[in-house]
């Protein structure tokens, strides 16, 4: 079957052929590292994550190249600098780990390479100067900009209308600029401000520049597939596929395009100027990684997503469904290859819908049968859910996240001390024993055959 995914660009699913099937490229533009992302930021990681698996799962894992930037240098890492006090790269690197660690909590695969823009100023200088002896760029006062006539098809992806991008552009028109719509490709550093020496003086990279160039060091001029949330198509995609087309003697960048839809919080977007963010690192404290990864793919990576706790709850309560089932045959992290029916889901513009559906399919199916049937069915639900980065974790693990190593031993205490009181028909101290249990602890205390134990549960729930 063919993978097919939605084109940006030809605005319309198209096959996917990559140039080279043992060498399938992808790029996302990363997160700026200055602060912790949001959960809107995690979807844009999240979707292209499961596109990342799908391809591994075509291509062979060896085959695909996925490369994710890190921005290092960016005027909004330069002011957290000034309001905290700490330096620059120390901010960074702090940011990096926390953002690897956050997307890594949520199944997200390390991509295979993570260039950072500051590792690569000496190319983008030559990009610069390739691009000024091409006649696409000039340099004044200190800038260097790029001259968007000298790319006729600017505007092709956004579909936006070139004169009103002029427009929009001329509100603010930086005397240095010939034409209002041309953008910044370098600018020059102010005292105390990180720079580089360059033949127009001391300065630092615009941050379109940054993308075009990482992309062309470290997987080639033109790319399979290049990804990132909706918002980025204009200008920042725009402007990508203008400087890389005129440094490149017009080999086009990617040859296909892939953006995610929005998260919304009510009907905004999610966005840090909007101040409606929740962090994807303070979610992660009260709700298991795959739980927030099953949330954020409940809907197709397309449409728009809105976040609420509601979905959190409902997606924990669908993981629990599953790993009860999963706790019936024994843990192991070895996997098998996906059903069909999950890979074909996702092979379809990573319809997760569907591919949910195939999930509910195969444990009706593995419900139905028992013995040696049962175990294979549940294996292959395992296997299916893990290619969509579910199912890792240990059934018996599952039920306990959230709670402390520490506070596990005295649970289990309790609870058996509940369960004794309960066995013994001395309500009186069971109650009082289930009472003081669920208030101190974000737990509550389950019974199934005949087996007492505690589970965790979010302090976020309201009791039922
Ligand atoms: P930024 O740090 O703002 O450059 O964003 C990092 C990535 O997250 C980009 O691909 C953005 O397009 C994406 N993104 C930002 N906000 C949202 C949102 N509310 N919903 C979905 N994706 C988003
Ligand atoms: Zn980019």
Redesign the pocket.
Same mark, same amino acid.
């Given at each position: 079957m063919a993978l097919t995914i939605y084109d940006s660009m030809a605005r319309e699913k198209r096959v996917f052929e990559p140039a080279d099937p043992d060498r399938v490229t992808m790029y996302?533009? *990363?997160? =700026?590292v200055y602060s912790y /992302?949001?959960? %809107? $930021? /995690? @979807?844009? /990681?999240v979707a292209f994550d499961l596109l990342y698996r799908v391809l591994r799962a075509r291509y062979g894992a060896d085959h695909v190249v996925y490369a994710r930037n890190i =921005?290092d240098i960016d005027d909004k890492i330069i002011k957290a600098a000034q309001e905290t006090g700490d330096p620059i790269d120390a901010i960074t690197k702090k940011f990096a780990e926390i953002y690897r660690a956050d997307m890594g909590a949520l199944g997200v695969i390390r991509p295979d390479l993570e260039p950072k823009a500051t590792g690569h100023v000496g190319p983008m200088i030559s990009m610069m100067e390739r691009l000024i002896e091409k006649g696409a760029a000039y340099a004044a006062e200190g800038h260097v900009l790029f001259s968007v006539d000298a790319y006729a098809e600017y505007g092709k992806l956004s579909g936006a209308d070139r004169d009103e991008m002029i427009a929009g552009a001329r509100v603010e028109v930086a005397p240095y600029k010939k034409s209002p719509a041309d953008f910044v490709l370098w600018k020059p550093s102010k005292e105390g401000e990180p720079g580089w020496d360059s033949p127009w003086g001391r300065g630092r990279p615009g941050w379109h520049l940054e993308c075009s160039v990482m992309i062309a060091s470290e997987l080639g001029e033109t790319i399979d597939i290049h *990804? %990132? *949330?909706?918002? #980025?198509r204009f200008p920042?995609h725009e402007n990508e596929i203008a400087q890389s087309a005129c440094a490149h003697d017009g080999a086009p960048l990617a040859r296909y395009w892939m953006? $995610? *839809?929005? #998260? @919304?919080m009510g009907a905004d +977007?999610?966005? +840090?100027s909007l101040g409606n963010i929740v962090l994807a690192h303070d979610l992660l404290k009260d709700w298991h990684g795959e739980v927030v990864r099953w949330a954020l793919l409940s809907a197709h990576y397309r449409q728009p997503?809105e976040w609420t706790e509601e979905l959190l709850k409902q997606s924990k309560k669908q993981l629990d469904r599953f790993y009860r089932l999963l706790g019936e045959i024994p843990f192991t992290e070895e996997t098998g290859a996906a059903p069909d029916s999950i890979m074909l889901a996702l092979e379809d513009d990573l319809n997760t819908p569907e591919a949910f559906a195939g999930l509910h399919e195969l444990r009706d199916i593995a419900g139905q049968v028992e013995g040696d049937a049962k175990q294979k069915a549940i294996s292959r639900l395992r296997d299916a859910g893990r290619l969509m980065g579910f199912f890792n974790e240990d059934p018996v693990e599952w039920k306990k996240f959230g709670v402390s190593i520490e506070d596990r031993s005295v649970l289990d205490k309790k609870v058996s001390e509940y369960d004794e009181a309960r066995k013994n028909k001395n309500y009186q101290k069971s109650d009082q024993l289930r009472a003081e249990i669920t208030m101190e602890y974000p737990v509550s205390i389950e019974t199934t055959g005949g087996v007492t134990n505690w589970v965790f549960k979010p302090k976020t729930d309201s009791e039922s």
């Open positions: 996302v533009c *990363g997160p =700026t /992302a949001h959960i %809107g $930021n /995690a @979807r844009s /990681a =921005t *990804g %990132g *949330g909706q918002d #980025l920042h953006h $995610n *839809g929005f #998260l @919304r +977007k999610m966005s +840090k997503l």
